[in-house]
C-alpha cells in the first residue's frame, strides 16, 4: 500500500478521454498501466524497448522548437510518472472497427500488411505518428519510422507498400469511415482485382483506400497546452510502495534535492536505467525527474559551437544538428555531421525519441556511439550543481569514469558545449552492427584530424573506439608533424593496435573482428581524409607526395568510402488470377484479406495475455536452473514465502500424476541437465511479487561431469539422443574411385530463436466442478496441451478444455513447449485451486525453450571436371540439447531431405542428434531442412570453385531433368522444379546481372557484388500416417449464420481466412455468413499440431467435406426451392427437422518409411522454387546491403495469393535472418548470453531486400490437396539460404582477387564478422593472433 500524499499524474489518454490519475506507482511502466489499469492491448513482446511492438505516440509541448511534439515511444521502458502533463495515443485512440478506421490501420490491413498481428499495433503507431508530424512523409522519414521495428514473421513488401501509399495520393473508398470492409457480404468478389488476365500483380486495390485527412486528427488537450504554457514550479512527488518519484519544477529545487539524495540518479528517457533495473537487478529508491526544468532543454549557439541541454532527447538533439548543418559552413560542422549520422542508426526512432543526451552521456557505455565523437570533437560538460556550475572536459578520463574527473555526487550535467569544426580539420564517425539499423555497435570509431594550415602535415590525430573496452577507448596516438601518408596509417595502426589490446577473453567475443575494425575504420578515415585534401588542394597549392599516390589507385578503392544507404523497398508480386469462368461470389484463389486483419490493425485482435483478468487470478513464475548439469542439493524457498502476495512454490512434489517423461521432467528431481531448466514456479498475487520471490530462491548444486556443450565434445563423448539415421545409394566407394577430383569440407550451421512476437503464455483456469480446467493457451497443438495437463493432473482428458483464439507466431515453438507450460501451471492452479496466468518474459522464454538445431556437417563429394557429381557422402550432426523432443524426427528430416533439387546415383546420408547440457532444441520451420540443405548447396559451391565454373553451372547440371525416384525411392517428377529453375533465372535477368556483378568487381576493390541462385525441392507434411488426418464441425444456425471450427490454429498464416473461404466456395454463400470463433479441444478433438505446412491442405479438406454433407442435407430443399434465399433455405431445413450441424472428416496421406530398407513414401508432396539474390559486401566491414530477391515458387492454384505470397515473403526474411544476422552466443558454461533484441538480430524493415520480386508459377496440378493448393508454411524459408550464397560468391570474388585458397570454412549465419575475416588483407593480416590455449574465451560454438 503506498501513501496518497501525492500529486495526481495528470496524463490525457486519448482514449478514451482525459484521465487524471492518481494513483501510480513510479515503478509502473506506461505498458504496465495502458494493459493493467485500462485493459488496453497495446502489446508486451521483449519489455526492453528492442522490438517497438509496443509502441506509443506520447504528445508534449516542445520547449526547443516551441510546438507540440508527436513522438512514437516504446511503453514498456516509459515510466508513467514521467508522462505527467502528456498525451497519449494507443492504437486504439486512433479507430477502430466499431467506430471508424484510421487510414493507416485500413492501409496496412488491407495491403495484406499483417500476418500474426501481434505487432501490427506498434506498427500502426509508428506510421500513424510519422503522419501526424510529416502528412506526406518522404522516403527516407518513412524508413526510418519502420526502422525501429523487428519481425520475424513479416516485413515484407505489402507493408512496405502501405507506407508507400501515403507518399502518394489516393483516391476515396465508397466504404470510408464505416469499419466495413470488402469482406462483408460478399462485396470481395467484384474486387477490381479479378480480371481478366491470366497474371496478375495487384493483391489490393489502392483506389478503395480513405484519404489522410490532418485535420480530422485528435487535438492536444487545451488544458495540458494550459499547463505547458504556465509551467507549474513546485515539486511534485510521487510515492510507490518501494519507490519515490521527485520531479522538481525548478533547477534550484533540483539541485537541493541532488544534495539531499546525491545517490538518486536523474531519470529521463529510462532507456538505460530501465534496462539496468529489469535485467540487473539494480534497485533506486528515490529517482529524481528533471523533465519540468526548462534550463535543461536549452540550445544555445555562439560563434565557438552549440550548446545542446543534457535533457534533450536524441531526436531532438538529431533535429537541432540536421538545422545548423544547413546553415552553417560545412567546415564548421564536422563534429555535428559525424554525430547526425550515428543518430540515424543508433537504436530505433522510439529509443531516439525517448534517451536523452544527458542520459547518454552519463550511461558512458562502452558501445555508446555519440562519446566517441563528442570525446575527439573536444565537447565539454557543463555541470551545476547548490555550489555553482563549472566545465569539465568529455575526455578519456571521464568516459573511464575517473573520480577526478567525474561529476561530483550532488552534481549534475546542464548541458554539453559541442566546438565547430575549424578548416583544415576533419570529423568521421564509423560503426559496424550485426545489422544496419536498430542494432548496438560491435565496434564504433570516431576520428579527428587537424592539418597545419595549407599542407597535409598532421598537427593532431585524435581517435576514440567505443566496443572495444569497458568504456569508451582513448588512444593516445596522435601522429604530429606526420604527412597524411601510406607510412603514417601504417605506423598509427600498429600504434592503435598496441593501445587498443582487446584481449582474447574479451566479454562480447568476436575480439579478431573487433581487432580488424580498429585499423578497418583508420583505412577508412585515411581514404576520406585523401579525397577531402583532394577537394581542398585545387583551392591551395599543397606539397603532397601522398596525393601522387592516392590519384594512382583511389578509383577503385573510393568504393571504401561510401556507407550502404537505407532504401524502401520495392518489388513486384506476381501470381495467377482466378478463371474468368468463377462465380464472382467464389473467393477460392483471389486475395483474400486475412480474417483478423482489421483487428490487428485496430488492437481489436485479443491476443491470450490480453484476456483480462480472471477473479482470484495468480501469477507464476518459473525458477531455472543456473547450473549446466548439476545435482541439485537444495531448494530453500523460505525467504521467498515470507514476501507480500506471494502464495506458493510449485515443485516436482506437487505433481499429482505424471512430472512429464523420465528423461524429460517437466519440473527438476534431484538433477539439472541444462541452464534454463525449470525448476519450480512461484505463484503470486502478481507478476512483480513472483519476480521477487524468485530472487530469493536459493538453490545449491553439486555440479556434475561432463557438461557437453558442443557437437564436437558431444562426438568425443559418444552422447546421443537416439540412433544414427542412416541413407544410401548406388555403391559411392567405387565412385569415389572413379572420379575426376575429390573435395572435402565443413559445413558450421548455428541455431535460431524462433523469436515469436508472442512469448509463450498461458492462462489455467480451474472450474468449480467435476476437476474441469479451461485453457487459454498460445500454441501450435492444443490437444498435446490438454493430453499433457491430463497425465499432469492424473484427471481423464475430458475434464480438460484447451482454448485457442489466435496465436502471435509460433514457427514451430509452440508444438511441444506450450504443453510443459500449460501442466506447470496447471499443478499451480489445482494446487492453489485459483486461475494461473504464466506469461514468459521475453529473456526466460529465449532461455527456457530452445530453437532450431545448430548442425555440423562434413561432406566428401567426388566429381568430373565437366562438374558432374558422381558421389556425395555427407554426415551430419545436430546438436539436439538435453532432451530428445524432436531431434530424432528433425534428423530423419534432415536426412530425407539432403539432396534437395539434385541427382547424385552414389550417395550416403547420414546424421545424428547429439545430447548435450544446453536447452532442448525443438520443431522450427523446415525441421532441419534449411541446415541441412546448406550442407548440400555448400558442396555444390566448393565444386563450382574447383572445376572452375559458375555455380548455377553445376547446379543446373547435376538437377533432376526427368522422372526419377528420390534416395528413398519415392517417384516424382521435376518438370516443375525446372520451371521454377528457368523461371527465375529469366525473370531475374539472371546472367546478364551474373556479367554485370563481375565488371563491378573489377572496378571495385573494397566493395564486392555476389549473386546466387538456389533451386529447391521441399517436402511438406509429417512422416506418419496418424497425422494425416483432420477434422471439422460447421453448424449452420437459424439466421443462416455459419460457425465453422476446424482443428487447424491460427498462428498468422492465414488458416482461418482459407478455411473461410473453403466453406464460402462449397456452401456457395459468401464469407460474411461466416465465422471462426476459436480452436478448442470441445469443438474438434484429437487434433494434430498445425505445423509441417499441412494444416490447410487437411483441414481444408474436413471443412471441405463437412460443407458438402451439409449441401448435400440441404440439397432437396434447394430443388424444391431454388429461386429461395439461403435463410430461406435454412429456415425450411430447421422446420423440418434437418441437422443443420456437420463434422467433417479427412483422411488423409499414407505416409510410409522403411528406415532399414532405406525406401518409402514419406510425403505427399514436393514445393518447388528457386530464388535469385544479389547482395553488395563491404569488404572492410563485412556489412552487406541486399540489392535484389527474385522467387518464382510453385503454389500449384494459390487458396489466397495474398496470404500464400505472404507466407513465402515472411519465410524468406526469417530464413536470411537465420543465415546472416541471428546468432546464438554461448557462455563456455553453457549459459545463453543473446536474451534479447539487443543481443539477437532478427531481420527489420531495413534489411529487406531494396528489390524483392515474389512469383507464383502459373498453376500445376496436385491431386492430393485442397482445391490442388499447396502448402507454402516453411518452404520459402531455405529460400533465404540464396542471400547466404550471394554474400558466399561477393567473398570468393575478394579471395580470387586477392589470390587467397578458395576453401575457407562454411559458417552460417554469414555474420559481419564471418565476411570480413574471410576477406583478408593486409588489415587482417595485422592484428595480433591470440594462442587458443592461452585464454577462456567470451562464448563457445556449439555447431
Ligand atoms: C533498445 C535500445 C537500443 C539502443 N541502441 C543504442 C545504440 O545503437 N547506440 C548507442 O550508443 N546507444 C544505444 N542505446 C542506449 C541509449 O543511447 C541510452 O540508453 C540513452 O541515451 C540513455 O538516455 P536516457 O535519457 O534514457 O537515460 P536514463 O536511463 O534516463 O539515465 C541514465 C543515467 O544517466 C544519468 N543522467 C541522466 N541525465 C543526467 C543529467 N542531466 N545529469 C546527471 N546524470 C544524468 C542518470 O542518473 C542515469 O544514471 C540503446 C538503448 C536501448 C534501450
Ligand atoms: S515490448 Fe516494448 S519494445 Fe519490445
Known sequence: PWVMDTSPVIISLLFPTQVIEKNVDPEWTLLTFLRKNWTLFTKYACGRGGCGACTVMVSKNDPVFKKIRHFSVTACLVPICSLYGAAVTTVEGIGSIKTRLHPVQERI???HGTQCGFCTPGMVMSMYTLLRNHPQPSEEQLMEALGGKSDTEKVHHPRG?????????SSGCQQKGTGKCCLDRGENASSPLGGKNDICTKLFAKEEFQPLDPTQELVFPPELLRMAENPEKRTLTFYGERVTWISPGTLKDLLELKVKHPEAPLILGNTSLGPAMKSEGRFHPILLSPARISELTRVTETSEGLTIGAGCSLAQMKDVLAERISKLPEEKTQTYRALLKHLKSLAGPQIRNMASLGGHIISRHSYSDLNPILAVGSATLNLTSAEGTRQIPLNEYFLAGLASADLKPEEILESVHIPHSRKWEFVSAFRQAQCQQNALPHVNASMRVLFKEGTDSVEHLSIAYGGVGAATVIPSCSCPARRWDELMLDEACRLLLDEVSLPGSAPGGRVEFKRTLVVSFLFKFYLEVLQELKKLVKLVSVPVSALIYYYSFLD?????????????????????????HQPPRDPVGRPIMHLSGLKHATGEAIFCDDIPVVDKELFMVLVTSSRAHAKIISIDFSEALKLPGVLDVVTAEDVPGTNGAEDDKLLAVDEVLCVGQVICAVVAETDVQAKRAVEMIKITYEDLEPAIFTIQDAVKHNSFLCPEKKLEQGNIEEAFEKVDQIVEGEVHVGGQEHFYMETQRVLVIPKTEDKELDIFVSTQDPAHVQKTVSSTLNIPINRITCHVKRVGGGFGGKVGRPAALGAIAAVGAIKTGRPIRLVLDREDD???????????????????????????DIECYINGGCTLDDSELVTEFLILKLENAYKIRNLRFRGRACMTNLPSNTAFRGFGFPQGTLVTESCITAVAAKCGLLPEKIREKNMYKTVDKTIYKQAFSPETLIRCWNECLDKSSFHSRRIQVEEFNKKNYWKKKGISIIPMKFSVGFAATSYHQAAALVHIYTDGSVLVTHGGNELGQGIHTKMLQVASRELKIPMSYMHICETSTATVPNTIATAASIGADVNGRAVQNACQILLKRLEPIIKKNPEGTWEDWIEAAFEQRISLSATGYFRGYKAFMDWDRGEGDPFPYYVYGAACSEVEIDCLTGAHKKIRTDIVMDACCSLNPAIDIGQIEGSFIQGMGLYTTEELKYSPEGVLYSRSPDEYKIPTITDVPEEFNVSLLPSSQTPLT?????????????LGSSVFFAIADAVAAVRTERDIAENFIVQSPATPEWVRMACADRFTDMIPRDDPKTFKPWSIPIA
Do not use: C, W
Request: cysteine-free; aromatic content about 12%; overall charge positive.
Open 1266 to 1278: 485442397i482445391y490442388s493448393s499447396k502448402g507454402l508454411g516453411e518452404s520459402g524459408m531455405f
Open 556 to 580: 577503385r578503392f573510393l568504393s571504401a568510402l561510401e556507407d550502404f544507404p537505407v532504401a524502401i523497398p520495392q518489388g513486384v508480386q506476381t501470381y495467377q488470377s482466378v478463371d474468368p
Open 109 to 111: 490491413a488491407k495491403s
Open 161 to 169: 507498400q502501405m507506407g508507400t501509399v501515403f507518399l502518394a495520393e
Open 846 to 872: 529465449m532461455l527456457i525453450t530452445g530453437g532450431r538445431h545448430p548442425l555440423f556437417g562434413k561432406y566428401k563429394v567426388g566429381f568430373m571436371n565437366s562438374g558432374r557429381i558422381k558421389a556425395l
